[in-house]
């Protein structure tokens, strides 16, 4: 993650230094309003689109008006969110096809089949319905056996099946599935009987380029596996080197929340920017004469994306990609790079091509931890100025190191609280512990992992990677085994996700910009979230 806090501008002067700031939050207010209201004609939009740009000219040239422009900012591109919603509609593979029969079917797997209790699931691109070429995409489910084991991404199978409508309540938390999928361009599952499929034998080998790297990725996958590492170990180096979480179990899961640092079994921002530092490192010996900043540049671009693509792309990986696109190419111009500016634009890049990233819970936490490292990381550096200096003293050093990474941990811990409680209902009390001495290590880990892959088996090299990932077990077990490391079962609905962001934005302005009516704001919202909670919980005990 970088350190750019910096460069964060203050709340007074957020629009100007960081414009496409606002950019991005109308175009989400627009995607999250196309969810929340009824469907609006495409036709409607474009009218409306077009009729605040022009109010946007008009309020500049011949009346000016800058309220009256920020208006119709918003407008333009809300309902420019509202389109881009439409755009990328997922397409219905059975369309007026009558959903309660059986149906033959051709399709592409986009990823590699992930194992369940019974069956193989993943996502297939529909090429063909009843001899008829369609398009969409649906959630297979094939049932085990010999060869459905064998499959992999880019495979094209004939398969005769009966689409169903996904569950909408899944789990105790009553989760809406057929929603989450509709968000990933999926309308219909099938589920597919062993017999019921074989694999094509068209020759043809056209693939897209995720495919190609899922492909690389189980190339990978498989590399790994010959390691001569224990089972969790190879769970785990998969999870961090590949985002491969297939071979991750359940205990591990639990063992890397307990301990606040499930994120490391997903590719994020932070695999995203060691990677870049680890590139950069091994380009030491390049000077900053223009053609060596570009060569440079190029390279760690290449790693860096070749990176992105063969973790998957999730939404975290995805706004570390863009972002640091963005400084680096800033690094080759010699530009000083605007963090929160680059923030902003990698949103808009994704809501261009992929606007239900919105509601991804990925791209939240992603986000928000990084606009709470921006927002609170210098303030909290500043409650010991001492250590928040560089001092030439090794020691003072080190001791610094330690104080910003543990402010760093902090702020994103505490600002993406509200969303952890609300999507997952726990708190790791201890999480300062293993972000202190297992994420530090992360990039050495990586390189580790990488270096083992490229000399094959070697035997000195595995050994170090086993005793790497048996140091990073024994910290998140113990972490983990604590008393009451993990606060479970911790009630959050939306009002309270909105009281606890609004606190923690009043506080923010009164930290950084020492607004002197931010802090008993600040103490209002948090009783009126108290006040909220008194009334629930007489609703559901005292009248229920």
Known sequence: MPNAASHTPTSASLFHQAPMFRVALALAAGIFLSELLPPIPILVLCLVSVLAIGLMSFSTYLIPSRWLFLLAFWVAFASVGGLLVHLHAPADPFGACPTHQTHTLSVRLRDTPRQTSKCYKTVAEVDSLNGTPVRG???LFVAKDSLSANLQAGDRIHLTARPSLPSTQVGPDKFNYRRYLRRHGILWQCYVPSGN???STN??????????FARIQQLWVQKLRRLSLTPQQQAVAEALLLGWRGDVDQSTQQQFRGAGIAHLLCVSGLHVGVMALLVGGCLFFLGRRLWQRIVKGIIQLLAVWFFVLLTGMAPSTLRAGVMFTLMIVGDMMEQRPNTLNNLATSAVLIFCFAPM???DVGFQLSYTAVLGILAWHRPLLQLLPSL?????NPLQWLLGKVWSWTCLSTAAQLVTLPLIL???HQFPLYFLIANLTVVPFAGLLLATALLALAAGNAGWLTALLRLQLQAVDHITRWVSSLPSALLDNLYCDLPMLLF???ALYLFTLWLRDKKPWALPATVASLLLLALY???LRHHLFGLG
């Open 357 to 359: 990233q919105l509601f």
């Open 422 to 424: 609300y999507y997952f």
């Open 203 to 212: 020759s043809e080998t056209r693939y897209s380029l995720q495919l190609r």
């Open 137 to 139: 995409r649906v959630m």
């Open 388 to 392: 928040a200096q560089s001092e030439p």
């Open 533 to 535: 909670l008194l009334a």
């Open 197 to 199: 499929w074989q694999l």
């Open 500 to 502: 606890l962001f609004l």
